[in-house]
């Protein structure tokens, strides 16, 4: 019995990895073998030695909890709270909440989160609405500290460190983007709610004419980066990268199937999913920006992480800034590659 094929293009889960229970299941997200080496890598460089834990409580988090724990001890790094925290988007003001804000403001001034933005809603509201200015806040790739907006002129999470798999730029993906508008991709609803916002620009619904206030030239590059970041998002690359894997398969099993059949009789090829398993398990490309994509789970290499830094001085800014790498095969003392003139710290804090 054969299943149809899946591909996630979320953050890499070991669980999944597990090839009797997800046979048919492929992960497009690299492993974080070494995400917490690279973390401890950064407070030994600092010298944080009093470092607090905000973990997602789930399967990973406890398994990055256990990861980091390890390494804490066997580096001396003292840990001053650790709080699991529920993935829940609903209440914000409650008891708990309460409790785990005055612990913020009374431990450590380094603190590491660990999970993604959209599950932490209520972690990231509380942070933002307390202001708790001079805090440094060491986050992991699936966070997105540009996507919330409030009413502070003061960012809490200014100054943010975020370790993000590293990726090279995709061919003309920007120019693309900058050309996408509704006139020539009717079809996307998205974009006639963003140009009527902001280019107060109407369309009529029949056949999506511009009829009035429509600049010619206005695009996505126009947006503010806090409203439309035309950097690929790490989930967007997966997708990418996910899209690109299967055409390759597909390529590979037709030209298989055509080889098979003999010249004298072609028969209709007909697409079964199940057929395309041992090409997607084969499949090592090099997609157009030059990285290997690769489904094994087992052949994953073990992958680099940029060190960016979140700028939201003045508020709105919303760049993530690239001061650093840490790569996993250079030897051990090159691992860790920072520039600290490059940093802009929390209000309020210092190196």
Not at 94 to 111: C, R
Not at 125 to 140: A, C, H, M, R, S
Not at 178 to 191: A, G, I
Request: proline share 4%; hydrophobic share 40%.
């Amino acid at each position: 019995f054969f299943f149809n094929l899946q591909l996630t293009f979320g953050p890499f889960d070991r669980l999944l990895s597990e090839q009797r229970r997800f046979s048919s299941l492929y992960q497009v997200a690299p492993k974080d073998t070494f995400l917490t080496h690279g973390i401890i890598s950064l407070m030994l460089h600092f010298h944080w030695i009093w470092v607090g834990l905000f973990i997602i409580d789930d399967d990973k988090g406890a398994q990055i909890l256990s990861d980091l724990k390890s390494e804490m001890d066997k580096n001396e790094i003292c840990t001053a709270f650790v709080e699991m925290i529920p993935v829940t988007k609903g209440s914000f003001f409650t008891q708990t909440w309460k409790n785990q804000v005055q612990i913020l403001e009374l431990s450590s001034s380094v603190i590491i989160i660990y999970g993604d933005s959209d599950s932490l809603l209520s972690l990231i509201v509380n942070i933002k609405q307390k202001l708790l200015t001079w805090k440094v806040w060491v986050l992991t790739s699936q966070w997105d500290v540009s996507k919330f907006d409030d009413y502070f002129m003061i960012d809490s999470l200014h100054g943010a460190l975020i370790f993000s798999h590293h990726r090279e730029e995709i061919p003309n993906f920007t120019h693309f983007m900058q050309k996408y508008n509704p006139s020539k991709y009717p079809e996307d609803t998205y974009l006639h709610v963003l140009w009527h916002l902001f280019f107060n620009c109407s369309f009529v619904k029949k056949d999506c004419k511009i009829v009035h206030n429509c600049l010619p030239n206005a695009s996505l590059g126009f947006l503010p980066g806090n409203i439309f970041d035309m950097a690929m998002s790490e989930e967007s690359y997966n997708v990418y990268n996910a899209v690109y894997a299967v055409a390759h398969s597909l390529h590979e099993m037709l030209i298989n199937e055509v080889q098979l059949q003999t010249h004298e009789k072609v028969i209709k090829i007909i697409f079964l999913p199940w057929k395309l398993h041992p090409f997607l398990r084969k499949t090592k490309l090099i997609n157009q920006d030059g990285v290997n994509v690769v489904l094994d789970w087992k052949r994953k290499s073990h992958v680099e992480y940029d060190i960016l830094n979140f700028w939201n001085f003045p508020k709105g800014l919303g760049l993530n800034v690239k001061v650093g790498t840490f790569s996993p095969n250079a030897p051990k003392d090159q691992k860790l590659s920072i520039s600290s003139n490059t940093i802009q710290w929390a209000t309020g804090s210092t190196e």
